[in-house]
């Protein structure tokens, strides 16, 4: 084949409105807002509304659903996975298990702790539906964690003292020890691979510039390199420390968080690290070196006429983008870049991506870009199932409506801490479904969409 290349509380709602990358829910204004250990309103249901205008943030014009539309057709034989960006945005594990000491929060007294049983019951639900779409594979383009270790807002020590840039990143590590196992672990339990990608929150979450004098801003910036290799380490590695993933650059500060790997006969996952630093601060776009390597992993995928070529790094393409509670982080340049030039030219079919926490479907340059993503902490989790054969691919997004509650926050290293409350009650809904096909000159067609997944051009 040749191819071409809640309780209905307005005042909780409010919070939708305000645009943030982080895990936690931002902060309210000074002038108004409760400390993190201060009361807050106890429960609301997730909004789950569309964002209305693309680029505009979620309002708080009180609680209105996605409409579902049917689901996708079911294909016979088709390969399956599943796709869940900002999965979970968020630190949850338990601080108080395998022995380790406990940490009171001063203001409270209450142990610091970053889950409790409506978190633990929440996860199941939504990971026992993953994996109940018969797929083993989950691939999760960025933000498996909230990330912002190395701080201890709240004074209470857990991963150890942060007053210098040493004690820093011995607390990063410490915190990293604890945080991705607890992740990795809930995909392991149910028998699920995962293929992370990193994401800003793995290198403690934007701001990166240079010039802003804060502390914390310049130890994340220095450290980029070592929280590389901490979410490789266990990300990325197996169980005797090797990385799992053979395909992967051989240079430069990528060669441990991209990779390739053939998911089935008909479907290559390139994965990419979209974070470069550079001139002494981070910038959204790959390095020489990965990009060498992807063009020959695409030469290859060319020769060897594989059907469905995709592509997952953290953040979209610049363009129209539904975006809520998102700092919106887009790739220099965008469809000017070297690596756009390089998918179109190398026969890239979807580039899959996250960052943004919903769903926009854009076809460009014969490129069908995914953005989407997952709001777990404010009850809005989501996940796109696909299939694949080698003539068709099939793309369902399943939509959570959840509840949560502010009254007791979870303890995180940032002073924002997490709802304290979360529920899943109820099975996800389909809110969109995409059917692209072959055609006869090896590109690719969008036969089919309904909803969120419908192409916006």
């Known amino acids: 084949m040749t191819r071409r290349r809640v309780a209905p509380v307005l005042a909780v709602l409010v919070a939708g409105a305000l645009g943030c990358s982080t895990g936690t829910p931002p902060a309210p204004p000074a002038s108004a807002a409760p400390a993190v ?139 990293a020890d604890v945080y991705y196992p607890a992740w990795l672990e809930r995909f392991a339990d149910r028998d699920l691979t995962t293929y992370p990608a990193v994401g800003d929150h793995e290198m403690g979450d934007d701001p990166w510039r240079v010039g802003r004098r804060d502390a914390w801003v310049d130890f994340k910036r220095r450290h980029i390199p070592q929280f590389k290799r901490i979410f490789a380490d266990h990300a990325l590695s197996g169980s005797d ?13 990528a060669r441990r968080t991209a990779y390739a790997v053939r998911l089935d006969p008909d479907v290559l996952l390139v994965t990419l690290d979209v974070f470069e ?91 069908l870009e995914v953005s989407h993503g997952s709001l777990f902490y404010r009850g809005e989790a989501s996940y796109v199932v696909g299939q694949a054969t080698a003539d068709r691919l099939v793309l369902e997004n399943h939509q959570f ?24 009650p109820d099975a996800s809904v389909v809110t969109g479904t995409l059917v692209a096909s072959r055609t006869r000159s090896g590109g690719m067609r969008v036969d089919d969409a309904a909803g969120v997944l419908a192409p916006r051009g």
């Open 37 to 175: 250990d201060d009361p807050a309103p106890t429960s609301v249901v997730s909004p789950f509304e569309p964002t209305g205008d693309l680029l505009a943030p979620a309002t708080a014009r009180g609680p209105r659903e996605r409409p579902s539309v049917p689901p996708a057709p079911q294909l016979a034989g088709a390969y399956r996975f599943v796709s869940a960006p900002d999965f979970l945005n968020q630190d949850v594990a338990d601080l108080t298990a395998d022995g380790r000491r406990t940490h009171v929060v001063k203001a409270t007294g209450e142990i610091a702790n970053s889950t409790n049983a409506s978190y633990e019951s929440a996860l199941d639900r939504v990971i026992d539906e993953m994996a109940s779409h018969d797929t083993r594979d989950v691939l999760v383009p960025g933000d498996l964690v909230e990330g912002r270790w190395g701080r201890d807002d709240s004074r209470t020590g857990v991963f150890g003292p942060v007053r210098t840039q040493a004690q820093r990143l011995r607390a990063w590590r410490r915190a």
């Open 241 to 253: 420390g090797r990385p799992r993933f053979a395909d992967r650059p051989q240079r430069g500060p």
């Open 277 to 367: 630093r550079r001139g002494g601060n981070v910038h959204i776009s790959v390095d020489e070196a990965q990009l060498r390597w992807l063009r020959g992993v695409l030469r290859s995928a060319r020769k060897d006429d594989v059907p469905w070529v995709m592509v997952q790094g953290h953040t979209p393409m610049p363009g129209a983008v539904r975006v809520r509670n998102s700092t919106h982080l887009v790739y220099e340049k965008g469809r000017a870049s070297e690596l756009w030039r390089t998918m179109v030219d190398g026969g890239v079919d979807v580039y899959l991506s996250g960052e943004v926490h919903d769903q926009t479907v854009r076809t460009r340059d014969g490129i």
């Open 401 to 424: 409506r959840g509840e949560i509650g502010f009254g007791d926050r979870l303890w995180t290293t940032s002073r924002q801490g997490a709802p304290g409350h979360i529920s899943y």
